[in-house]
């Protein structure tokens, strides 16, 4: 296939903004819901959906495989294939999810009981149902969203979930004083509706798609159950991660610590979402690229997602105990100390997104099965144990310290993979680059505790000078060649 680098470029462009903007709306939110209905509350809907949520893991990786198997079926020009995908994947979501949903409602009462303080079951069951709602909906947004992808639509999608999230801010702003926690939940509703509707219109009027009309095929179904039952693996092992967190940190930690988890996460993820959206927009892209061009492809890749990773990561530090001030109204050392471990976190496992994509793209996931194996189940035990002892702090450090064992297990073998040595990928520019943000953060975070509404402004001033004038001489060339 041939790559189009204009349209490339966008794509990797408008993932990162699209999550930028919704980074910014996702501020606005919780800075109300905090006002409105406290961080406790803000804590028990975060588990309940993230209880939900678990549900995701019987997906069957389908909604993932059809990135990859409409990026085949277009480099083909067979529109009938993806049609007939579309249809048979949405079908198959639609019709699991349900009977998911219709099993989880009766056992409601016990599964929170397991999750949620005696005083928080009350309201955790109100908005379970909506939670549920969406999980059927998203499901099928999921499709529809990577049919977008696997077209190298990108842009066009991440329009679709920015305008969405404007509405989940309206809806909330309107609804919450209405109907209190419920009203998030009404929201969120609203917005699946609307993420799944313009999707879907979208795809009706690019592919001529008839949705009502009978298009299941028992060959695609087979090639995207094969493909998802790994992919499933990985999926089980990956969204684990979060619910598991999250109900250590209600054990250890109490509602208030999962609440500040809460958001530090969110921002990070938000953050985050930048560089991995950018680098998963090139999956249809590494569907078709030979072997012998992974290197070189690799070195790219590579060099652009250390420098973004660190320029977040480093940015968002040493803002922290402002975000603190100006998004809970007071500095929460919770928040910011969270926020700085998920941050270092953030960045190392940002390393892997190039060499995690590659695999995806090439249908090798057998790597990717062993390292999210390896990350749940380090999760699962150092969290635990560190947390016991520890609290809420070692729950995140448990996570912290999984990351790095993941990582650099997948980060090895790829090198391996390829023959690829790691510091024939890393500039000398990049090590000073790296020593030198690094050091003021660590500086900031470690001697500079007071008065940081006057010292961490000018942290930032420093940090964002440095990183402008690095990206202008070094990596904007780069960034037009990958």
């Not at 067979?78 to 056992?107: E, G, N, R």
């Not at 100006?326 to 929460?332: D, N, Q």
């Amino acid at each position: 296939m041939e790559i189009k680098k204009r349209l490339v470029l966008l794509n990797v462009i408008t993932s990162g903004g699209q999550v930028v903007f919704i980074g910014l709306v996702y501020f606005l939110l919780y800075k109300y819901l905090l006002s409105k209905l406290g961080v406790e509350l803000l804590g028990v809907w975060s588990v309940v959906l993230s209880t939900s949520s678990l549900a995701n893991l019987a997906n069957f990786g389908v909604a993932d495989s059809v990135i990859r198997f409409v990026a085949l079926f277009t480099a083909e020009k067979d529109d009938l294939k993806i049609k007939q995908l579309i249809f048979t994947s949405t079908i198959f979501l639609t019709v699991l999810f349900i009977l998911i949903a219709a099993i989880i409602y009766p056992f409601a009462d016990l599964i929170l009981t397991g999750v949620l303080p005696a005083k928080y079951i009350k309201q955790g069951l109100s908005i379970l149902p909506y939670s549920l709602i969406c999980l059927v909906i998203n499901a099928v947004n999921g499709i529809y969203a990577s049919v977008l992808d696997g077209m190298q639509r990108n842009y066009i999608r991440n329009m679709i979930f920015s305008a969405s999230s404007i509405l989940l801010l309206v809806g909330t702003y309107v609804l919450v004083p209405l109907f209190h926690l419920k009203g998030v939940a009404f929201a969120q509703v609203g917005q699946s509706i609307f993420t799944a509707i313009t999707c879907l219109t979208l795809i009706v009027f690019r592919l001529k798609y008839n949705p009502f009309k009978w298009n299941w095929s028992k060959v695609i179904f087979k090639q995207i159950f094969s493909y998802g039952m790994k992919f499933q693996f990985i999926s089980l092992a990956a969204m684990v991660n979060e619910p598991i967190i999250k109900i250590l940190l209600g054990k250890f930690g109490g509602m208030a610590f999962a609440g500040y988890y809460e958001m530090a996460n969110r921002l990070l993820s938000q953050a985050r979402g930048v560089i991995v959206s950018a680098t998963q927009s090139l999956v249809p892209v590494l569907v078709n690229v030979s072997k012998g061009d992974v290197p070189i492809f690799y070195k790219r890749v590579f060099s652009n997602v250390v420098f973004f990773s660190l320029a977040v990561v480093c940015i968002i530090v040493p803002a922290g105990r402002l975000i603190s001030f100006y998004w809970i109204g007071h500095y929460e050392h919770v928040f910011y100390v969270t926020l700085v471990l998920l941050a270092f976190s953030t960045f190392i496992n940002l390393l892997i997104t190039p060499s995690y994509f590659y695999y995806i793209a090439k249908a090798n996931l057998n790597i990717l099965i062993k390292t999210h194996l390896m990350l749940s189940f380090s999760n699962v035990l150092i969290g635990a144990i560190v947390g016991y002892f520890f609290g809420g702090y070692g729950v995140v450090c448990g996570w912290f310290l999984a990351t790095i064992i993941g990582s650099f297990y997948l980060m090895t073998f790829f090198n391996k993979d390829h023959d690829i040595v790691f510091k024939t990928l890393i500039m000398a520019s990049d090590v000073y680059y790296f020593i030198v943000l690094i050091s003021i953060v660590l500086i900031n975070v470690f001697f500079f505790k007071s008065n940081f509404k006057i010292i961490d402004p000018i942290v930032l001033l420093i940090i964002i000078s440095i990183t402008v004038y690095y990206f202008m001489k070094y990596k904007f060339a780069e960034i037009r060649r990958t």
